[in-house]
């Protein structure tokens, strides 16, 4: 017999990566409640509010919206492998690992890929988009990631909506580091394919990628010639236990659905204005603050998103024993770079709950703890304030 | 502004269909704890411990074993998608409804299905399994689901694991209803994938897939042609996250890692010998006493498993309108019947922290009550014992 592990209690975490991030008590108290049946009538009255409220989140009135039981990665290949069959041609622009992550999942449905853009950080314009959709005027789709993650590019929205609108071809959207931090107007915009994570500006846990389909979405798989790859996450089957049936498909995520039920409560009482408003107030801050230490923003102004500062490293100012110090000593979280860019850029976030004052505080202060006295006005002897505790070996790999 | 939900609190359920089961109070404590990053060395830690009570649980020493980030289908789907390529032949047996839901997935995959059985309840012998295989000498899988959730049946596996080696093809089992329930041998049965959910046997709440490859399924998985049509799903890929590399591959779904690690400690706590036999004396009890009352078990004799009876319903009582009862009089959640059963059998389950005499007891009472005089021993009187609320109209559809 192997010995039995002891209990697991994490250790407590400023989360200010570019998520998971915080999440409140009241989340996680509505994780703890007890798990019921998901063909309860209570789970269905649940549901039911909980994608009323993700109708009001993704402003849309879209009626086939609903959380996928996986994160933002199983939102987007929801998104892409229900919509793109086989040798349809796709248009997907890449500013970052997460549009090369939606190029691979839509070559993996099989479809004909057309890039735009490919240079990190780099926004991809409107006139890019109108060319290529004459060029290939039988694209079914423009895939675009809103915030990429991994470089904390916005990439404006309005204008490809309204050329997709014109070109006929859906337009399928990542906002998983956007819906709740920056608005999203999906109905506005012209999205017809939009998905979300749990885990970053709605503030539930990892673990459910909301999306919402347009009709014309709708229509687009219901006429598919054969049926996605995937059974799992297979929209229009899905939607017999989301919509009216109430039919089984899989065992629905139920202490999931809980917690993201009370973060969106807590994300429509403060009110998605306001709560862009903090994001962008908080994250102005944050940037400032970095700027003021010698680090340098990654995507060009205009472009960049508040609640996500994605920022060269000063020179000589190393990355991973620096995060490492970071985490150990002051219990804050913030990422490294993905791909080309690691070792080379840090992402630090201030989303949803972490989307406060006090967290930017505590990592300044951490940081002019790092820098010492060598980059940018730091104040605080690096051997004074840290805790007393053995420095273990981090293992921070991205 | 529409108004927002109340908070969301669930009834009180005694859960005992065939999943989701009972979950204890230190399991849903687990999931309250604080949430922490991906990329968190405590982290690893805990995965590290999480992976090797898996492999406990699966009786294996496969390297290749962790949770998958969805429910026992997204397993189901990662066993069969990342093992079979287009054109490749699979035998699947199938004898209800989650044999046909991996036909369904091996067929969607692209791979030319061998279809052994098909009728429901009904166990595919050993001979049947070889003739097929001597039939089709390029079989790469046979794919079998140990315990049929639709039907209770146990479909013995120890001769067909040695068929496959024999053969050269590789046995993809799924144990969604037995891991942790009965005895689920993964190395000495000769399984390749074997697969479960967190739901049943295991009483964690619903949203992981615990999942475990032989090094064959290794090689083939190494050696495919192309890549599998799913990222989210894709094993190899995710291995480089649960294994050694600690590579990005997307947020794992931290509070479910802790009630699983949570719920697998309590399973080995207990000892899988000792919680096998609860299930088969408890379960036991659960079909005698529906016996008593005039239900038919489903599966033939030798062939059910104890701890979910499947039974017919007694001539001229009601499905829908007696569950609903059940669930609202009493707070019982039983399943009925899948696919072309509906509506004539009940599904009833004492798994994981159900597996407790007081379920049963409690389930006697009701029954006695909804039987009232009219089959089968009721004593009590169908009009005394009702709490005094509402009779709300229920959905249970299936």
């Known amino acids: 017999m192997r010995p039995i592990p002891k209990p697991f209690h994490p250790p407590r975490r400023l989360l200010m990566g570019p998520g998971p991030s915080a999440v409140s008590d009241r989340v996680l108290q509505a994780m703890a409640e007890p798990v019921i049946g998901h063909l309860d009538p209570a789970t269905f009255e649940m549901m039911n509010e909980l994608q009323a409220m993700l109708r009001q989140v993704f402003q849309t009135s879209n009626d086939l919206t609903y959380p996928v039981s996986g994160t933002g990665t199983a939102a987007m290949e929801t998104a892409l492998t229900n919509v793109l069959e086989p040798d349809d041609v796709a248009i997907v622009l890449v500013s970052g690992f997460f549009g090369e992550r939606m190029r691979e999942i839509a070559s993996r449905c099989g479809a004909r890929i057309v890039v735009l853009g490919g240079e990190w950080g780099v926004p991809v314009q409107p006139d890019e988009v109108a060319t290529a959709l004459e060029k290939f005027p039988e694209a079914k789709a423009v895939c675009a990631v809103h915030v990429e993650t991994s470089t904390g590019l916005r990439q404006p929205l309005e204008e490809l909506g309204r050329l997709c609108a014109e070109h006929g071809a859906l337009f399928l959207v990542d906002a998983v580091a ?98 862009w408003r903090r994001h962008e107030e908080v994250g102005g801050e944050l940037l400032a603050m970095l700027e003021d230490r010698g680090f340098r923003p990654f995507p060009p102004e205009g472009y960049r998103v508040p609640h996500l500062a994605c920022v060269w490293l000063p020179e000589g100012f190393e990355d991973r024993p620096n995060r490492a110090r970071l985490l150990e000593e002051f219990g804050i979280e913030i990422a490294g770079g993905l791909g080309h860019v690691a070792g080379k850029v840090w992402r630090g976030g201030v989303m949803g709950e972490a989307g406060n004052r006090d967290y930017v505080k505590a990592l300044t202060e951490a940081l002019d703890t790092l820098l010492g006295g060598g980059l940018g006005g730091a104040s605080v002897d690096p051997e004074g304030p840290l805790p007393n505790r053995a420095h273990r070996p981090a293992v921070c790999s991205v």
């Open 178 to 275: 956007s819906l709740g931090g920056i608005e999203v107007d999906s109905d506005g915009w012209g999205i017809d394919v939009c998905y979300s994570g749990s885990q970053k500006c709605l503030s539930a846990p990892p673990g459910l990628g909301p999306i919402t389909f347009s009709d014309r979405a709708f229509a687009a798989m219901d006429g598919r010639k054969q049926p996605p790859p995937t059974l799992y996450l297979d929209a229009m089957a899905i939607r017999r236990y989301v919509g009216g049936d109430r039919l089984y498909h899989h065992t629905a995520p139920i202490s999931m659905l809980y917690a993201l039920h009370e973060a969106l409560r807590i994300v429509l009482e403060e009110g998605l204005a306001a709560r």
